[in-house]
T-cell receptor, first 110, second 112 residues
Framework: EDKVVQSPLSLVVHEGDTVTLNCSYEVTNFRSLLWYKQEKKAPTFLFMLTSSGIEKKSGRLSSILDKKELFSILNITATQTGDSAIYLC??????????FGAGTILRVKS | SQTIHQWPATLVQPVGSPLSLECTVEGTSNPNLYWYRQAAGRGLQLLFYSVGIGQISSEVPQNLSASRPQDRQFILSSKKLLLSDSGFYLCAASDERNYGYTFGSGTRLTVV
């Protein structure tokens, strides 16, 4: 059975802190790994990772994939209250089916 | 690029009533279509996916069904809602050619 596991399940930090969110996976037919941010409605796309060791960066967010150890991390530096959200990791399988993890609920306190 | 129209945004239905949620896609042809459900504050669970008209795969046994009467239309239905059907339902579409995966704005269903 295809499985994606995220940790921690929830996290409370103060503004300015750096956080690391984890995602491990066990799937067949891996195609890519995606990170999404979800606030109130539909998830919004953050990153897509297909190759090991290549960091993707967007502002204060960055992510990297390790295809040998089957995990990815999402880093957020200098957190702000606007970063409060559910962060979802998903693995895209061949056939374009996404398998999601349970998500990490991040709350940034001012 | 793909655009997904999903409605209604919120819905409150009594137990035992029927359900029909509709999703339509613009900007692509022959997309893969998906219905996901999200329990409060948690990840997304894939309910159904479709690779073409009339082709539906169910991921989990449940009280719901899906249909794809047209290439860019995907419908989630139930004959009799249960309390456990409450949740946030998301329609999504993907285009095999470019890895793109687009979500609709979701329907928050409360069964009372």
């Amino acid at each position: 059975e295809d499985k994606v596991v995220q940790s921690p399940l929830s996290l409370v930090v103060h503004e300015g802190d750096t956080v690391t969110l984890n995602c491990s996976y066990e799937v067949t037919n891996f195609r890519s790994l995606l990170w999404y941010k979800q606030e109130k409605k539909a998830p919004t796309f953050l990153f897509m990772l297909t190759s090991s060791g290549i960091e993707k960066k967007s502002g204060r967010l960055s992510s990297i994939l390790d295809k040998k150890e089957l995990f990815s991390i999402l880093n957020i530096t200098a957190t702000q209250t606007g970063d409060s959200a559910i962060y979802l990791c998903a693995v895209n399988l061949y056939g374009n089916k996404l398998v999601f993890g349970a998500g990490t609920i991040l709350r940034v306190k001012s | 690029s793909q655009t997904i129209h999903q409605w209604p945004a919120t819905l409150v239905q009594p137990v035992g009533s029927p359900l029909s949620l509709e999703c339509t896609v613009e900007g692509t042809s022959n997309p893969n279509l998906y219905w996901y459900r999200q329990a409060a504050g948690r990840g997304l669970q894939l309910l159904f996916y479709s690779v073409g008209i009339g082709q539906i795969s169910s991921e989990v046994p449940q009280n719901l069904s899906a249909s794809r009467p047209q290439d860019r239309q995907f419908i989630l239905s139930s004959k009799k809602l249960l309390l456990s059907d409450s949740g946030f339902y998301l329609c999504a579409a993907s285009d095999e050619r470019n890895y793109g995966y687009t979500f609709g704005s979701g329907t928050r269903l409360t069964v009372v």
